[in-house]
């Protein structure tokens, strides 16, 4: 008899290695010219559970330019058919999966902006202390917005 073993899961192993605390800074650049148009600083409590009905969860804290604080908590459940991690809680909606052994891929909507779509990468660097992550803002499929984040690791979530 031969037993047919499920590889791991690729997404979830490196999403793993992004467990932690996260300290960083959006900056948001807008077409024609590409200048800054806003930007905030955060940080990102990620946690990933292997044996769990939920498989990702990112605690965000945010502050905003004019003194601003801002918590949001999203969670992502992984669809084991074709290893996405997949959110839908109302407010965004998405799928998240790894395309390279350090690089996720994400999209996702605002509930609140049904033809507006967001694609993000996000690159872990190889020593896994520092994450680069590019946002497009798509409104009627037209790009309408960059972000870029330069994150440093705080601690490990382990």
Not at 97 to 109: G, Q, R, S
């Amino acid at each position: 008899m031969i037993v047919l073993m499920s590889a791991p899961s690729r997404t979830l192993t490196l999403l793993q290695r992004h467990a932690g605390v996260w300290e960083g800074r959006y900056t948001h650049v807008a077409p024609p010219d590409w200048r800054v148009v806003g930007a905030q600083d955060y940080r990102i409590e990620v946690e990933v559970f292997a044996a769990s009905p939920i498989a990702y969860r990112q605690t965000s804290h945010y502050r905003h330019a004019d003194g601003r604080t801002e918590t949001l908590r999203y969670e992502g459940v992984l669809r084991p058919t074709d290893d996405h991690v997949v959110f839908d809680d109302g407010r965004i909606g998405g799928e998240c999966w790894a395309i390279e052994t350090d690089t996720l891929y994400m999209w996702f909507t605002y509930a609140s902006a049904p033809t507006n779509r967001i694609t993000e990468m996000i690159q872990l660097s190889r020593d896994g202390q520092h994450r680069a992550r590019t946002w497009h803002w798509f409104e009627s499929e037209r790009l309408v917005k960059l972000t870029l984040v330069d994150e440093r690791r705080l601690n490990t979530g382990h």
